[in-house]
């Protein structure tokens, strides 16, 4: 007598999150490939990296601004606090559909910073639009990102406790998780992001950048799933 063959649930169907989020943590490289190295000297998705910098305004320092990590600071903020809304309302339900509706609002964000970039010849209301638009969907992800709680991918866009954690307990430290291929994956993915990004600036401008983060974004809101 054939067997039925076991269908899945739903919210399983789909790139696994733990693909997901290491795609987004190429994304952040490519992110502040962009926004350091042709908005000012300021990051948009590490605000480790954005506060140093801001103290280095601070400071004095020639090639930095205070208004630009400001608002970059700012604008981070403001999405994260949308962020936890956005997790206080679909956290509770399906993982799929909460993290298809914020890599949807990701994609939307930075494509219209690519639009901008893209048409507008530079000045200061295109640099802050830029910061506010890529600080905004960094801070929104990063929110959902830290509430979903999949383990060694709690953050897309700092690697300084996944790196910490990779030696501390490595057989170089004190040998509780000799191996951790999803810190070591993390790593890579923000290195490849970087370099990725900060080729595309160089000889692609801003606004190709954005657009293929844009993209990739939007190709993750449809085909992710719930499962880790």
Avoid: C
């Avoid at 320092?61 to 400001?70: D, I, K, L, R």
């Avoid at 309302?89 to 298809?100: C, K, L, V």
Wanted: proline share 4%; charged share 10%; hydrophobic share 55%.
């Amino acid at each position: 007598m054939p067997t039925a063959t076991p269908t899945r649930e739903p919210g399983t169907r789909g790139v696994r999150l733990v693909f997901v989020l290491l795609a987004l943590t190429v994304l952040s490289g490519m992110i502040d490939a962009v926004s350091y190295l042709g908005l000012g000297h300021v990051f948009t998705a590490n605000m480790t990296g954005n506060v140093v910098v801001l103290g280095f305004a601070a400071a004095g320092a020639p090639g930095f601004s205070v208004p630009h990590s400001a608002a970059s600071l700012a604008a981070f903020l403001l999405g994260a606090a949308t962020g936890g809304r956005v997790a206080a309302r679909f956290g509770g339900g399906s993982r799929r559909r909460w993290m298809r509706a914020t890599l949807a609002a990701e994609a939307v964000l930075v494509a219209a910073a690519a639009v901008v970039a893209l048409t507008r010849t530079g000045g200061t209301a295109t640099t802050y639009t830029l910061i506010g638009l890529t600080a905004f969907a960094m801070g929104l992800r990063n929110a959902n990102v830290r509430k979903l709680g999949v383990p060694d991918l709690t953050a897309t866009t700092v690697l300084t406790t996944t790196l910490t954690g990779l030696v501390a307990e490595s057989h170089l430290g004190d040998a509780t998780r000799p191996r951790s291929p999803r810190r070591v994956a993390a790593v890579l993915a923000l290195i490849a992001g970087a370099v990725l990004g900060a080729w595309l600036v160089l000889h692609q401008g801003l606004g190709v950048p954005l657009l293929v983060a844009a993209a990739v974004s939007g190709v993750l809101a449809v085909v992710t799933s719930g499962r880790e």
